[in-house]
Nanobody, 124 residues
Framework: QVQLVESGGGPVQSGGSLRLSCAAS????????MGWLRQAPGKEREVVAS????????YYADSVKGRFTISRENSYNKVHLQMDSLKTEDTATYYC?????????????????WGQGTQVTVSS
């Protein structure tokens, strides 16, 4: 059974930083591309960042380019999202997700496995 468990969310002030982590189990981690998606109240879920199995192919949404960094540790079955220069519009529930599809670029429908989500709240 695939399990994705996020951690690291919480409240932060505008301009601050947070690091989200996702621990994966029940899957052959290197066979999966990983992503971080978010959903704000009243908005659709969007792909924030994704990374292929080797880390050699990375995608960022335009809204987070230059501020967020995705990385993975295949030896530990973990994926991270370093979020810097946070803005109030980054407030959302952030989900870790796994995919067996090629990202070209990634979409919400590419991800077949999801974590439970972690809340990020950025205040001004």
């Amino acid at each position: 059974q695939v399990q994705l468990v996020e951690s690291g969310g919480g409240p932060v002030q505008s301009g601050g930083s947070l690091r989200l982590s996702c621990a994966a189990s029940g899957l052959t981690f290197v066979s999966f591309g990983m992503g971080w998606l978010r959903q704000a109240p009243g908005k659709e879920r969007e792909v924030v960042a994704s990374i292929n199995w080797s880390g050699g192919r990375i995608y960022y949404a335009d809204s987070v380019k230059g501020r967020f960094t995705i990385s993975r540790e295949n030896s530990y079955n973990k994926v991270h999202l370093q979020m810097d220069s946070l803005k109030t519009e980054d407030t959302a529930t952030y989900y870790c997700a796994a995919s067996t599809r090629r990202f070209d670029p990634p979409t919400y429908a590419d991800f077949g496995f999801w974590g439970q989500g972690t809340q990020v709240t950025v205040s001004s």
